[in-house]
């Protein structure tokens, strides 16, 4: 998908420090939180979070990808990353292709695929995922007779392409793994059943 080159931060130091912001927030701010829009603090002890307790949640985002995704706030951190190189549309297609399946009406389904292919799948669309042409054309041709299953070949490529590339580049970022050596430590903790240190961005 083509962008202008403004769109771009101008140096790399730029794009770490977008994250680390980004991150920041995340950790500062409960996502949890009520329909309302306001947000909490955000404390690492489990009972604020639905997911267990949060340093062992982070300590698992790097043992398999599948553990990342499986993670509210996994998937919310590896978001904040891919918006910072501009490749958010990746995550967000695979995610709306899980939510695609939940569904159980034909109608909705139908609806929502199209929606979906427009979005995320059709030449310049707006969320463009980078796939290839063979791919593209057999997820139109599903279309045809909508399924539950017409984005899996199109969600399983996107999903490969995260893990190989987005996903390592992750895990090497100076914010997460500042973020896993201060879940590391909370870990070790006698206390790591309390509350710990907020992330100081």
């Known amino acids: 998908m083509c962008r202008t080159l403004a769109a771009f931060p101008t140096t ?9 912001t980004r991150l920041g927030i995340f950790l500062h701010k409960s996502e949890l939180g009520s329909d309302t829009g306001s947000v909490g603090k955000f404390e690492w002890s489990c009972k604020h979070s639905k997911e267990g307790n949060f340093s062992e949640d982070v300590l698992g985002w790097k043992e398999s990808f599948d ?3 499986s993670s509210r706030n996994g998937v ?14 990746n995550l967000e297609f695979w995610l709306a292709c899980e939510e695609f399946k939940k569904l159980r009406s034909a109608t909705k389904l139908a609806s929502r695929a199209h929606k979906i292919f427009e979005e995320f799948i059709c030449r310049e669309a707006p969320k463009e995922v980078n796939i290839d042409h063979e791919t593209r054309e057999l997820t139109r041709m599903n279309l ?10 199109a969600q399983g490529k996107t999903r490969t392409l995260m893990e190989k590339d987005s996903y390592p580049r992750f895990l090497k970022s100076p914010a997460y793994r500042d973020l896993a050596a201060r879940a ?5 903790s006698p206390a790591s059943g309390g509350p710990a240190e907020p992330l100081h961005t």
């Open 76 to 89: 919310a951190a590896f978001h904040a990353f891919l918006k910072t190189e501009f490749s958010e549309e």
């Open 144 to 153: 045809q007779a909508v399924t539950a299953t017409c984005f899996d070949v």
């Open 67 to 69: 553990l990342l995704l």
């Open 12 to 20: 790399c130091l730029e794009r770490a420090k977008e994250f680390k």
């Open 184 to 188: 590391s430590a909370t870990a070790a």
